[in-house]
């Protein structure tokens, strides 16, 4: 993929031009943020295979290793998601044309609110452990692991089956991803509505438990960046819908995103 200022993406600058948007062409700079970004997950992995290996020492596996693996691959989805939805990269060949992929399996469904998802299910694992509900735990949390999956990805699978037109749609000639003004505003419902369930279950989680290596207290502070990155984004996606045509602004969306993502990692994992 070519990050030189090709004739076609000056011929993407002109037609934004023409429509009255001034579009900073994607460039070596927005190739520097994926690198970056890219060599601190990689860094990130080590850390997590480290966790991994070493499950069994208590403080860690107080911290649910396996479950916070998959939190970091939520967040690599996340990621990958965000370069591509945040036009970092060039959406002019597939899957990337495909918005309906980007948008909301790869960063929604499978990225940010899976990795909402897999935050309250933690939250159900530790109240089950500390209230010694060992006989309704196999039953009981599988039931809750199916209702929290569900909850992430029905929304996707019924928006794949609506048109794009009441969904998201891909421009060509612009390559670029454009909402339904409704669809726009179910899709950050939901962010809040996963966001809002994960703060609760916190709050609860710290009003009802003492865990021994305060689980409970980390869990709620875990929740202040994803806040912190949700509110960005929600403020940004209304106020300045074509915010991506500007580099400074999608550097900063994505930037902001994935170090919440990374925050919330250490903030859980970090005192193992």
């Given amino acids: 993929m070519s990050f030189e200022y090709t004739p076609r993406e000056k011929l993407r600058v002109a037609l934004a031009s023409l429509l009255g948007v001034h579009?900073?062409?994607i460039g070596h700079g927005d190739l520097a943020v994926v690198c970056v970004w890219a060599a601190i997950y990689a860094v990130q992995l080590a850390a997590v295979l480290y966790a991994l290996r070493h499950r069994k020492y208590?403080?860690?596996?107080?911290?649910?290793?396996?479950?916070?693996?998959?939190?970091?691959?939520?967040?690599?989805?996340?990621?990958?998601?965000?370069?591509?939805?945040?036009?970092?990269?060039?959406?002019?060949?597939?899957?990337?044309?495909?918005?309906?992929f980007v948008i909301v399996w790869m960063r929604s469904a499978l990225g940010q609110n899976m990795l909402f998802a897999l935050l309250v299910y933690r939250c159900i694992l530790l109240w089950f452990a500390y209230r010694n509900k060992a006989a309704l735990t196999r039953t009981a949390l599988l039931s809750f692991a199916v209702?929290?999956?569900?909850?992430?990805?029905?929304?996707?699978?019924?928006?794949s089956f609506l048109?794009?037109?009441?969904?998201?749609?891909?421009?060509?000639?612009?390559?670029?991803?454009?909402?339904?003004?409704?669809?726009?505003?179910?899709v950050v419902t939901l962010t809040w509505l996963s966001l809002g369930s994960l703060m609760a279950v916190s709050v609860l989680l710290n009003?009802?438990?003492?865990?021994?290596?305060?689980?409970?207290r980390r869990m709620a502070a875990a929740c202040v960046p994803l806040a912190v990155s949700a509110a960005f984004h929600t403020v940004i996606f209304f106020r300045k819908p074509m915010y991506p045509a500007s580099f400074s602004w999608r550097v900063a969306v994505v930037s902001i995103d994935q170090a919440s993502v990374l925050c919330a990692w250490w903030i859980i994992m970090g005192h193992a």
């Fill in 58 to 100: 208590p403080p860690i596996e107080s911290c649910q290793p396996v479950l916070m693996a998959l939190f970091y691959a939520a967040g690599v989805l996340w990621y990958v998601g965000d370069i591509t939805s945040n036009e970092l990269v060039h959406l002019d060949r597939r899957p990337l044309t495909n918005c309906m």
């Fill in 147 to 159: 209702l929290v999956l569900a909850a992430v990805l029905v929304p996707a699978i019924v928006s």
């Fill in 207 to 216: 009003a009802t438990l003492r865990c021994v290596h305060g689980e409970h």
């Fill in 163 to 186: 048109p794009e037109t009441k969904t998201v749609q891909y421009i060509s000639g612009m390559d670029v991803c454009q909402f339904n003004a409704t669809y726009k505003a179910a």
């Fill in 23 to 25: 579009l900073d062409p």
